[in-house]
């Protein structure tokens, strides 16, 4: 018993100091401090002319505002995210494809189909940068269509309600997940990856490895170290014209978030706007601040209890399925919001 104790503390110690302390995009020291640069460099911008300096207490009270840390959205976030960080990534282990195993059965699959092909006439240089971009748009593409499928399906609405029904946005906010929904996300990530990564192995004849940070695609990992974690804040940072068109910005991802039935089923995308742009979803944000308030409608009795974010989904999305549900009905009362990751 106090060996699987102990075991278990190794674990959750290995855990949070990777988490933390290392350079993961996730929630690591790093990242957050590159993110408040960000924030801080928009603040100054944004008072450039102004003829007083900010002084030090009245930027942390805007970083860091009271009701950040009193609400119970915040908290149950902060719930979500010890049992995704912990519990659940241990329990979905055996639920997620892997991407690697994707890409090595698709390339052995062509080369039974098509025979073993001729070494592409690119130097390994090439053949990184090139697998390191495509697997970025294909991460970008897995993510656009995993978020448009659990807008539109009303069964798995129900489970990525969860994420939706928040009302303070936070970076926490990002693991306030339900685990169905992280098992879909994560397999259809690894299907279009995996197809992805065994497409180019077999065209270049050989394994060609992405550029990595952090054990993840380099692209993807600087977004989310400059931008990511402002998608779930209260800075209002907004890319606009041509640049808000291919590229979505935190203002973009709250406007997702946002109660207002102009704002449903808009802004699907994580780092790219093209797909939105492309599909026809994208919503442009204003320049300046937009009044915006967030949450589910109807709002369950306690939208922040770990019964309704956990339990409670599985019993609304079998309703979905019975055989006299009217399921345009429900898409009107129950869709009333969308959703990030």
């Given at each position: 018993?106090?060996?699987?104790?102990?075991?278990?503390?190794?674990?959750?110690?290995?855990?949070?100091?990777?988490?933390?302390?290392?350079?993961?995009?996730?929630?690591?020291?790093?990242?957050?401090?590159?993110?408040?640069?960000v924030a801080y460099a928009?603040?100054?911008?944004?008072?450039?002319?102004?003829?007083?300096?900010?002084?030090?207490?009245?930027?942390?009270?805007?970083?860091?505002?009271?009701?950040?840390?009193?609400?119970?959205?915040?908290?149950?976030?902060?719930?979500?995210?010890?049992?995704?960080?912990?519990?659940?990534?241990?329990?979905?282990?055996?639920?997620?494809?892997?991407?690697?195993?994707?890409?090595?059965?698709?390339?052995?699959?062509?080369?039974?189909?098509?025979?073993?092909?001729?070494?592409?006439?690119?130097?390994?240089?090439?053949?990184?940068?090139?697998?390191?971009?495509?697997?970025?748009?294909?991460?970008?593409?897995?993510?656009?269509t995993d978020h448009y499928?659990?807008?539109?399906?009303?069964?798995?609405?129900?489970?990525?309600?969860?994420?939706?029904?928040?009302?303070?946005?936070?970076?926490?906010?990002?693991?306030?997940?339900?685990?169905?929904?992280?098992?879909?996300?994560?397999?259809?990530?690894?299907?279009?990856?995996?197809?992805?990564?065994?497409?180019?192995?077999?065209?270049?004849?050989?394994?060609?490895?992405?550029?990595?940070?952090?054990?993840?695609?380099?692209?993807?990992?600087?977004?989310?170290?400059?931008?990511?974690?402002?998608?779930?804040?209260?800075?209002?940072?907004?890319?606009?014209?041509?640049?808000?068109?291919?590229?979505?910005?935190?203002?973009?991802?709250?406007?997702?978030?946002?109660?207002?039935?102009?704002?449903?089923?808009?802004?699907?995308?994580?780092?790219?706007?093209?797909?939105?742009?492309?599909?026809?979803?994208?919503?442009?944000?204003?320049?300046?601040?937009e009044k915006l308030t967030?949450?589910?409608?109807?709002?369950?009795?306690?939208?922040?209890?770990?019964?309704?974010?956990?339990?409670?989904?599985?019993?609304?999305?079998?309703?979905?399925?019975?055989?006299?549900?009217?399921?345009?009905?429900?898409?009107?009362?129950?869709?009333?919001?969308?959703?990030?990751?």
């Open positions: 018993m106090l060996e699987l104790i102990g075991g278990l503390l190794s674990y959750f110690e290995r855990t949070y100091a990777q988490l933390f302390f290392s350079f993961s995009p996730f929630l690591s020291i790093p990242s957050m401090l590159a993110a408040l640069l928009v603040v100054r911008l944004e008072r450039t002319g102004a003829r007083r300096r900010i002084k030090l207490k009245v930027l942390i009270r805007a970083f860091f505002p009271r009701y950040l840390f009193s609400s119970p959205s915040t908290r149950a976030d902060a719930g979500m995210f010890i049992l995704n960080t912990s519990v659940f990534t241990v329990l979905l282990g055996y639920a997620i494809l892997s991407t690697t195993v994707v890409a090595a059965l698709l390339r052995g699959q062509l080369i039974g189909i098509f025979g073993e092909p001729s070494p592409a006439p690119l130097t390994p240089l090439q053949m990184s940068l090139i697998m390191t971009l495509c697997l970025f748009f294909a991460y970008e593409l897995s993510y656009y499928l659990s807008h539109k399906i009303p069964f798995l609405w129900e489970f990525h309600k969860v994420h939706h029904a928040a009302e303070i946005l936070t970076p926490l906010t990002n693991f306030r997940v339900h685990p169905v929904d992280t098992v879909v996300f994560y397999n259809i990530t690894a299907l279009m990856m995996g197809g992805t990564m065994g497409s180019l192995n077999y065209l270049f004849g050989t394994t060609a490895n992405q550029f990595l940070l952090a054990n993840s695609n380099i692209i993807l990992v600087l977004f989310i170290y400059f931008i990511g974690h402002l998608q779930h804040s209260h800075f209002w940072i907004v890319f606009t014209g041509n640049w808000g068109r291919f590229f979505l910005s935190p203002a973009h991802h709250q406007i997702h978030h946002s109660a207002n039935p102009l704002h449903f089923d808009r802004n699907f995308g994580h780092c790219l706007g093209i797909f939105d742009w492309l599909f026809g979803t994208l919503h442009m944000p204003a320049s300046k601040r967030f949450g589910v409608d109807p709002k369950p009795a306690a939208p922040h209890s770990m019964s309704e974010m956990l339990v409670a989904p599985f019993g609304n999305a079998l309703a979905q399925l019975a055989p006299t549900h009217d399921v345009n009905q429900n898409h009107s009362e129950v869709r009333t919001e969308p959703m990030t990751r």
